[in-house]
Antibody, heavy 122, light 110 residues
Framework: QLQLQESGPGLVKPSETLSLTCTVS??????????WGWIRQSPGKGLEWIGS???????YFNPSLKSRVTISLDTSKNQFSLQVTSVTAADTAIYYC??????????????WGQGTLVTVSS | QSALTQPPSASGSPGQSVTISCTGT?????????VSWYQQHPGKAPKLMIY???KRPSGVPDRFSGSKSVNTASLTVSGLQAEDEADYYC??????????FGGGTKLTVL
């Protein structure tokens, strides 16, 4: 059974870098069938797509975050990571990793992690 | 790109049908048959309920259906049950490998 689990610091200071890791079990992030992605949800607000990637390096980002976001993968650990630089309070959110059944350039997230809350505060 | 527009709330009694709308533009909802719907219960991760406008992933009850007309997509929940009370979010491909979400609709079962 596929499971995803986010991990990382729950508190980040303004202007610093937010770093999260998603550990995947039950499938390989090198699977030819799927992309993998990150989505966030500000407290009490809606969902925001951050970005999606394929194991070959094919990566797509939300234009509003692209300049500050990096997604990387560690196939030996079956993990992928998210980094957001120069964070502000507006980056406070629950961050989810998910499997992306990307079809025809469209992202559809069919399996999600439980999410992890990251608060940006001094 | 702006977020897709959803009504903040919707409600219905058990057994009734309720429809939630998701309005975009001809650059997103109207331009592609790539609308998805997600259900999110409090404190839980979202769950994919509908993809490509009207397709249901395995395990999703056929009480949930999707449709689209011009720039507005809709999710209809028929035979409303207490467990359907949740937040619902639409998403749409917006070209250039970009995904947009709606602001979400809180569905209340009266």
């Amino acid at each position: 059974q596929l499971q995803l689990q986010e991990s990382g610091p729950g508190l980040v200071k303004p202007s610093e870098t937010l770093s999260l890791t998603c550990t995947v079990s039950g499938d390989s992030i090198s699977s030819r069938s799927y992309y993998w992605g990150w989505i966030r949800q500000s407290p009490g607000k809606g969902l925001e797509w951050i970005g999606s990637f394929y194991f070959t390096g094919d990566t797509y980002f939300n234009p509003s975050l692209k300049s500050r976001v990096t997604i990387s993968l560690d196939t030996s650990k079956n993990q992928f990571s998210l980094q957001v630089t120069s964070v502000t309070a507006a980056d406070t959110a629950i961050y989810y990793c998910a499997r992306d059944r990307r079809l025809g350039s469209n992202s559809q997230f069919d399996v999600w992690g439980q999410g992890t809350l990251v608060t940006v505060s001094s | 790109q702006s977020a897709l527009t959803q009504p903040p709330s919707a409600s219905g009694s058990p057994g009734q049908s309720v429809t939630i709308s998701c309005t975009g533009t001809n650059s997103d909802v109207g331009g592609y048959n790539y609308v998805s719907w997600y259900q999110q219960h409090p404190g839980k991760a979202p769950k994919l309920m509908i993809y490509e406008v009207n397709k249901r992933p395995s395990g999703v009850p056929d009480r949930f259906s999707g449709s689209k007309s011009v720039n507005t997509a809709s999710l209809t929940v028929s035979g409303l049950q207490a467990e359907d009370e949740a937040d619902y979010y639409c998403s749409s491909y917006a070209g250039a490998n970009i995904l947009l979400f709606g602001g979400g609709t809180k569905l209340t079962v009266l």
